[in-house]
């Protein structure tokens, strides 16, 4: 069964202070998805990586993915509040037709 | 445009009951997914269509759940003799095709709950 494992699973952390979230998966994977949940609501796409080496980035977050070492990082940079939410990382298995998802890192951002 | 939407937002039944929870996937994306979100927990896969058909079930945790799709776009999610471990938020998600960044795009969800 594939696995997919985040760390840390709570993280509070200061305004301006730099952090990376670990996202570790199980299988042989080329693609691996970053998701945004607030407290109530849906899932936002953040980020798609497609191949080994692959790095996206988008205002203070940035993400990359190694497939040999099976792990995605998301790095935050000076961060602000306004990022505090969940953030979810997620492969598809070898048909692309499911979606496996991490438990999730709650990300608290402290003034 | 439009994103996905899912009927009701808010769903709250006694054990026993049957439920339908609706989705509206975003125009023209052919490959709709259901997925169930437990509190404090990633969403699980349930079952992923390919037009009409479901081309991948199982996710199902057991024959209470059944989902049709019957014209390729709007999906009902059932549940038959709903159980208080059904309590969940239930989210559909789209996608424009399989053969592409396989992107899916979420719903708010429908939050489930049975007394």
């Known amino acids: 069964e594939l696995k997919v494992e985040q760390n840390p699973l709570f993280l509070s952390m200061q305004e301006g202070k730099n952090y990376t979230i670990y996202c570790n998966y199980s299988?042989?994977?080329?693609?691996l998805y970053w998701y945004r949940q607030d407290p109530g609501k849906s899932l936002e796409s953040l980020f798609v990586?497609?191949?080994?080496?692959a790095v996206k980035q988008e205002g203070r977050l940035m993400a990359s993915l190694d497939t040999k070492a099976r792990l995605s990082t998301l790095h935050i940079t000076a961060a602000v509040h306004d990022l505090s939410a969940t953030y979810f990382c997620?492969?598809?298995?070898?048909?692309?037709?499911?979606?496996?998802f991490g438990t999730g890192t709650s990300l608290t951002v402290i003034p | 445009g439009a994103g996905v939407s899912q009927t009701p937002s808010n769903k709250v039944t006694e054990k026993g009951k049957y439920v339908e929870l609706r989705c509206d996937p975003i125009?023209?994306?052919?490959?709709l997914y259901w997925y169930r979100q437990s509190l404090g927990q990633g969403p699980e896969f349930l079952i992923y269509?390919?037009?009409?058909?479901?081309?991948?079930d199982s996710g199902l945790p057991n024959d209470r759940f059944f989902a049709v799709r019957p014209e390729g776009s709007v999906s009902t999610l059932k549940i038959q003799r709903t159980e208080r471990g059904d309590s969940a938020v239930y989210l559909c998600?789209?996608?424009?095709?399989?053969?592409?960044?396989?992107?899916?795009?979420f719903g708010p969800g429908t939050r489930l709950t049975v007394l």
């Open positions: 998600a789209s996608s424009p095709s399989r053969d592409s960044t396989n992107e899916q795009f």
């Open positions: 299988t042989t994977s080329d693609r």
């Open positions: 990586l497609l191949s080994n080496g």
């Open positions: 997620a492969v598809d298995n070898w048909a692309g037709n499911q979606f496996y």
């Open positions: 125009s023209g994306h052919t490959a």
């Open positions: 269509f390919q037009g009409t058909g479901a081309a991948d």
